[in-house]
Every structure is written in C-alpha cells, then in structure tokens.
C-alpha cells in the first residue's frame, strides 16, 4: 500500500519506520529542511544545539528503547547521571540526583516523620491500580479522575513535598503550574520512578528522527514541504504540496495538532476539528547561552531547580555535562528553560535578559558568553490539563476511513509519546489494511 506521513517529527518517523518495516510504500512530508520537529539540533559555531527535547528516561521509555535496540543503536546512548541543585528561596542549596526520585527525600527540610508520610505515600501508590503506560494516552485516560497534579501531590505526599519534589520536578518537564496538569502522568512515575534512568545520543536528541530515517530504507522523504492540502479521491486520498500530488491509500497526520485539524477541514467532523485546535499548548522558553571556554570546569552538579518557590526560570543545565557533543573542546552552554506563566508579555530580549541573571545566580559569574541563542515557542508543549487524554483519545474514533493521527499531544510532551503514538497509528493502519 501507498502511504502518506504528513510531518517528520519523532512521532512521523517512527511511523514511517513501523510502516516500512511492514513493507508499505511511505512518502513522508515535512516543512522543515531536517527531519526531527522539536527536537532537531541547531549547529552555530561548534555548538550542536538542542531546540527542544532534552533527554531519554530510560525504563520508562519502553518502545523508543525497543526501537533503539532493533535498530542497533541503543548501545549508543550516552548517560547523564543528572545530579541537581534544589535551590531554596533563601538560596540554600540541597544535591539530589534528579533520576532518583527518592533521594530529594535526603533533603534536611523534611522532618523524619515528614520522610516517613512522604514515603509511605510512595508506597502506597505503587501498590494502587495505575497508569500501566507513562505515554499512552487510552492508558493514561483511564486514570484521569479529573483531579489536578496540585491538589493529588498535597493530598498524597503533603505540602512540603508538594514544594520540595513535585514543584521541581514536574515544573522542569513540563514548565506549568501543578493546578494545570491531569495527575496521571506523575502517577505513572511513582509507580515506575526504580526504571528512572537519563541518557542523551551522541549527535543529541536530533538524532532519533535521523536513526529512524536511516532504518525506513526505501522511504521517499520530501523535506521542505509543506503540505497545503489533503483531499478525498474515491477510496483513496491526493496530498498537495508545492503544486505536486501524491495519490495514496492512506494517510497519517503526525503535524502539530491545528495543522491536522486544518488538512482535516471536510473531511473529519468539525468536533474532531475544534478538538485537535483547541488542544492544550504552552508557551515555552528556553535560552542556550554559550561559551567558548568553560567558566565553571569544576562545579559539582550539572542540573539547579528552584525548590519552594516560582521563579521565572524553572532548570538551569549545563548542557556539556548533560551531552558532551553539545559544545565544542573546552567550551560551555548554559540551557536556562523558563517557566511558563512568566513568559506572557515578556519580549525576546527580556527572556535573554533573565536568563543571564539566572546563570549568574546558580553558576557564579563568568564573562560575556560568546552568544545567546534563544527558542520561544508560542505552542511549545502539549500540557495534559485534566480530561485530556480522553477527549483526545476518543479523536481517533472520529477519524474517515484512511486517516490516522500520531504526536506526542495525545499523552503529553516527550519524545516516548510521540513515537509510542507513531508506532500506534502504524499498528492501526496495518491493521486496517490486512
């Protein structure tokens, strides 16, 4: 069969990988001039740049590890052991490894009947019915009782852990306030936080998409090409883009949500259409402010996360320590990602302007870097409000015959969610087909 892939991010890819391993004739179309959507590499005077995804999360990444693995080049991954400063309000600093979830439990805040309830929460939560998936959204929907991260967290593991543990952490993955997201995902984390494990490929995260374009032999890849439309031609469908047209037998929209919904515009319901539009994004921010020669060679950690507090910025990273590759000999970048409510009005300049403050303030002073590359996306992360993942898994269902939805909006931002929903959309259209 003839397939269409329209957009070649993690989850596009993988979908043209899953298709051609079943043997389907895959046109995948991209507007970008590179494949890997937001989580491509930006190359600027020896730095390798990440304009996005920031790591792998191990065990609880289970099918882009089996991937990994087919494909050969799971053994290529590079660790991040990831040990953190949690910084106080009063600017006191706590070490905890951020993939051990368990040790901001060593933090002297918590009083030991505090360590003891926090703990017995933990415990109780693994030994609950819960997500069995962290990335798949019919999982995840399951159990999402419409209860929010906020109100869960202080209910289950107190306020002070509520500020201590889930603030950071959930605040440097996703960068919105806790009131905001369902509790399903940091659910499935507690009950899998033992599979916690952080790793980087070698060239960065760009290079998933790569390794999967390089294992889909035979793929007809069109990048910079935007497709402008997708119409009904009897059983089957015509993609246009740049005047050209492709006539398939089926097609799969792994574009960003809206940009679905408009190629869907007379062909899907208009509820699916409102559905996919109206899907929860965030602003999001992130500053990568890079030296030429390393002015802090020896600090202990490579991670600082505010704790207790909310301040513009939610992680500061060195970005050497997290990915080698990511700066040329000798050379640093810091990667300051912002949270988001404090983005709305602030200009370009005054992100940069703050993200300057912030290396000052958690890695000490240092000379003018060598330049300021900044990434602000008006729609940058898929945010799993309460009630996501069933509205938008029951999208699916309102689908014609023929079209297929992937991205990683139908869990929540990661690079696990957009290839496990990839893979899925794959497995249903072969389904489908046979």
Request: aromatic share 10%; proline share 6%.
């Amino acid at each position: 069969m003839k397939i269409a892939v329209v957009g070649a991010g993690p989850a596009g890819c993988a979908t043209t990988y899953t298709l051609r391993k079943n043997g389907h004739d895959v046109y995948l179309f991209d507007a970008q001039d590179q494949v890997g959507g937001r989580t491509s590499q930006m190359q600027r005077e020896g730095f390798n740049l990440g304009t996005g995804a920031l790591f792998l999360m191990g065990g609880i990444y289970p099918r882009t590890n089996a991937i990994l693995k087919e494909l050969g080049k799971y053994k290529e991954l590079v660790p991040w052991d990831a040990k953190a400063h949690i910084i106080d309000r009063d600017q006191q600093r706590y070490t905890v490894e951020f993939d051990q979830v368990m040790s901001f439990l060593k933090l002297p805040v918590f009083s030991l009947g505090e360590k003891l309830s926090v703990a017995y929460g933990v415990l109780k939560q693994l030994f609950s019915p819960g997500p069995k998936s962290c990335f798949d959204g019919a999982e995840l929907a399951k159990h999402d009782n419409g209860e929010s991260l906020q109100a869960w967290s202080e209910r289950v593991l107190g306020d002070k852990a509520t500020r201590y543990i889930t603030l950071p952490y959930m605040g440097f993955l996703y960068a919105v306030p806790l009131s905001s997201l369902s509790i399903s995902l940091f659910q499935a984390v507690v009950q899998q936080f033992y599979k916690l494990s952080l790793s980087v490929p070698p060239k960065g995260m760009g290079q998933i998409s790569d390794w999967l374009i390089e294992g889909s032999q035979g793929v007809h890849l069109s990048l910079s090409s935007r497709v402008e439309s997708v119409c009904r031609k009897g059983a089957r469908y015509v993609v246009t883009t740049q005047g050209r047209e492709v006539e398939v037998d089926a097609v799969v929209l792994a574009s960003e949500p809206g940009v679905s919904a408009d190629l869907l515009q007379g062909l899907a319901p208009n509820s699916a259409c409102e559905s996919l539009r109206n899907c929860t994004y965030s602003e999001y921010a992130h500053v990568q402010v890079c030296y030429k020669q390393n002015p802090w060679p020896d600090f202990p950690v490579s991670l600082a996360l505010p704790g207790n507090q909310v301040k513009t910025w939610g992680a500061c990273v060195l970005q050497s320590r997290r990915h080698p590759g990511a700066v040329p000999p000798g050379g640093e970048a810091v990667g300051v990602y912002f949270y988001t409510p404090p983005l709305k009005g602030m200009s370009e300049e005054d992100i940069k302007r703050e993200a300057l403050m912030a290396v000052t303030e958690v890695f000490g002073s240092a000379p003018e870097p060598s330049f300021v590359e900044v990434f602000y996306y008006k729609r940058g992360l898929s945010i799993a409000v309460p009630g996501h993942y069933a509205k938008m898994d029951s999208v699916h269902q309102q689908m014609p015959k023929g079209i297929y939805l992937a991205g990683d909006y139908f869990a929540h931002a990661g690079v696990e969610a957009a290839i496990l929903s990839g893979e899925l959309a794959a497995n249903r259209l072969v389904r489908d087909l046979s």
